[in-house]
């Protein structure tokens, strides 16, 4: 009997040395996986190294692999893509919250968490929340209004535990610490500092734990 797979020159290619078992090959030129997620994640890289305007979809379809018109049955607009972008680490954070609340524990276990789980997003997202802070002026004023009362939330949510664990302070000393450790989170994770991930996270939870603890006469 012959052989179907040496007989046919296109599945014996696809046969890997000492496995009897055929390689799906992907087509040339697909990108890998999720292709909506390859798109965003090549439009992140290009809004950060050239920025939002000096951007094209053109640009953008050719670093992920999307020729042509292909791009737009993903996004519709340049517009769109950033906005998904934004909206991708304010989801984030937002589950950071949710599981710290599912997790419970005392006030000062859930604010540790906090800071823990937000300072690593933001290692993590450097390009993202760095494309966020400098490029949403480009997006319309309604979805940047939306934006801001997403962070809003955000803040509240620190506010409200640092709150906790620092009654002595009053609400405008709370406002202005949150304001300053949000600060300090971004102007690190987001600089060319030249850190490892892991130390930038350790050095800026320990920088945030002190701006929060430290007694103020």
Known sequence: ????????????????????????????GR???????VIMRAAAKLFFD?????TSMIDIGEASGVTGAA????????????????????DRSEADIRAIHE??????????ALVQRQI????????????????????PRDIQLRNERRNRMNREEWAHLISLVR??????????????????????TTSSTGLSSERAIALTV??????IYTKVD
């Open 1 to 28: 009997m012959t052989n179907s797979l040496a007989s046919d020159p296109t599945k014996s290619d696809r046969i890997e040395e000492g496995n009897d078992q055929p390689v799906v090959k992907r087509p040339r």
């Open 31 to 37: 990108p890998p996986g999720n292709r909506r997620g």
């Open 50 to 54: 050239k920025g939002y305007v000096a």
């Open 71 to 90: 791009i737009y049955r993903h996004f519709n607009s340049k517009d769109e893509l950033l906005l998904a972008l934004i909206e991708e680490s304010a």
């Open 103 to 112: 997790q419970g524990g005392s006030p000062q276990e859930m604010l540790a």
């Open 120 to 139: 690593e997003q933001s290692v993590d997202q450097a390009p993202l929340i760095a494309i966020a802070l400098r490029e949403l002026r480009n997006l």
């Open 167 to 188: 009654p002595d302070f009053d609400e405008a000393e709370v406002r202005a610490i949150v304001f300053g450790v949000k600060q300090l989170i971004f102007g690190i």
């Open 206 to 211: 320990a920088l945030v734990r002190q701006a």
